[in-house]
């Protein structure tokens, strides 16, 4: 392909791409197939011979379309919000296009020095302490992962490395895996499988501690769990703290467990995946409260700021930690930064390689500015309290978490297979999309303000499908039906 058809065939893209999420209002949420159709679209074999690129895209309305899930769409209120703006998907555009591969500084400056730059300028943006930045401090400092999963992990081996170390240094006898198998780590039974999946992979134990009335992991509680695990003469060394659980969104409480974590020398990361975006706004900033007693956290971009997927922003207060835990001597990558050490990201990540993920970041910082976000966020949790309020209006229904940020969990009152039901009837219905969840045998139904598109007459639609499908319930359970005008203004 030349120049001049690359140019043609972009804006085709580009074109197709636009008109996509132009018209992504009218579109189904979630795709009415079955598994395995796909596989009767396509030929069984790739072709020998490539095929004109006019083929290719036709095929996309045929194969494709018919099996994505809409998470743009403004019906869409499953998980959280992917995150997607057109200053995103520019500036993945020209990262594929240079096609540079920054694992080192010298493989591609640029990269490194930008990424840099941006994960200061998050930092700031959520007001992270000093300790955190690189301009504000010798080892502190951030990079730019593809997930909160690889970052936990990331978080956790760093802390694996440095206790067996400390524990070899005290008793030169003890080898790796003696100490391996004392190692304990700690979340709570409301955080993300990414804390219980790094604690696999690490090869460690780790304990689920249960959480108070409001879904926070309390200091008491992890204290009593260390004293708990030193009697029994192991190691207690990580913790993976919560900030907005995917369950019900619900916090941790940091400033409670840092001082927990500094006391008994324990490695603390916090997961702050979805919240994080919330804290660039003053009046959200204190979910953050007891930070600074943190080792390591990271956020997505990639969920509430525009940002398109992969985003994750980690900090550590330490980068000799990671490097060290990570470091390779490889001949072929010498070199020399004349002067000004710039961190080998290669060391601070499970790949190797890695994509120029800093110039979307730049060019929605850039584009929307620190107060634009912060609009999208407000916007965005307004909304989620139009459906609380919606909710609270009809008595059959309930509040299972307090209503922070942009995600609302209900259920009608009863039993939980009424809440299974009224699932399911949402589901078939499809006119929207939510998914539900289960803490502590409590069945619920989560909405999720996703798209950026989602307004308040989308909201109100929403309602009245839920309250559609509740009169079924109802109705199936030999109830009186309730039907009563609810105002959506």
């Known amino acids: 392909m030349d120049a001049d058809e690359f140019r043609t065939r972009g804006r085709q893209m580009v074109d197709y791409v636009a008109d996509y ?37 036709a095929d996309l309305d045929r194969v494709i379309m018919p099996g994505v899930t809409h998470w743009h769409s403004p019906q869409f209120h499953a998980y959280f919000p992917a995150a997607n703006s057109f200053p995103a998907l520019l500036g993945d555009i020209l990262s594929g296009g240079l096609g540079a591969i920054g694992f080192t500084w010298a493989s591609n400056p ?86 219980e999946r790094a604690a696999m992979t690490g090869l460690v134990t780790i304990r689920a501690l249960p959480s108070d009335e409001n879904g926070a992991l309390r200091g008491a509680t992890l ?100 490097e060290g835990a990570f470091h390779i001597d490889y001949y072929i990558l010498r070199q020399s930064n ?16 890695r994509r120029f993920r800093s110039l979307k970041l730049w060019f929605v910082l850039r584009s929307f500015g620190v107060s634009g976000l912060q609009a999208l966020i ?39 297979s009424r809440n299974e039901r009224l699932n399911y009837l949402i589901h078939k219905d499809g006119r929207i999309h939510m998914t539900p969840s289960k803490v502590k045998d409590m069945y619920f139904l989560r909405f999720a303000i996703c798209s950026t598109r989602t307004g308040a007459a989308d909201v109100a639609f929403a309602w009245d499908i839920v309250r559609e499908m509740a009169d079924k319930v109802t109705l199936e359970n030999g109830s009186v039906c309730y039907n009563e005008f609810i105002d959506h203004d």
């Open 110 to 195: 640029a990269c490194t020095e930008l990424e840099v730059a941006m994960m200061d300028w998050l930092g700031k943006m959520l007001q992270l302490p000093n300790d955190f930045l690189y301009s504000e401090s010798e080892k502190g400092g951030g990079i730019i992962q593809s997930s909160s999963s690889e970052s936990a992990l990331m978080a956790l081996l760093c802390a694996r490395t440095e206790v067996i170390r400390q524990q070899q240094d005290n008793n030169q006898h003890l080898t790796k895996g003696q100490v391996l198998d004392k190692l304990v780590a700690y979340t709570s039974i409301e955080s993300h499988s990414c804390i």
């Open 338 to 353: 004349h002067g000004v050490r710039m961190p080998d990201f290669r060391h601070w990540q499970i790949p190797f390689g």
């Open 378 to 416: 407000r916007k965005d949790i307004s909304l989620a309290k139009q459906f609380e309020r919606f909710v609270q209006s009809d008595p059959r229904f309930e509040i299972v978490a307090e209503v922070v940020l942009g995600l609302v969990c209900f259920r009608l009152k009863g039993d939980n």
């Open 223 to 322: 204290e009593k769990a260390v004293q708990d695990d030193l009697d029994k003469e192991l190691i207690p060394f990580y913790l993976g703290a919560s900030i907005g659980t995917t369950t019900r969104c619900t916090f941790d409480n940091l400033k409670e467990l840092g001082p927990v974590c500094n006391k008994h020398k324990i490695w603390m990361h916090i997961d702050a995946a979805y919240a994080g975006s919330a804290c660039i706004c003053p009046e959200f900033r204190y979910i953050l409260d007891g930070v600074e007693h943190a080792k390591s956290l990271a956020f997505n971009p990639h969920k509430w700021m525009q940002v398109n997927h992969d985003c994750t922003a980690m900090w550590v207060k330490d980068k000799e930690l990671i």
């Open 21 to 57: 999420l132009d018209t992504i209002d009218s579109r189904r949420p979630l795709p009415d197939v079955t598994p395995g159709y796909l596989r009767e679209l396509i030929p069984s074999t790739a072709p020998d011979r490539g095929e004109n690129f006019d083929t290719v895209m």
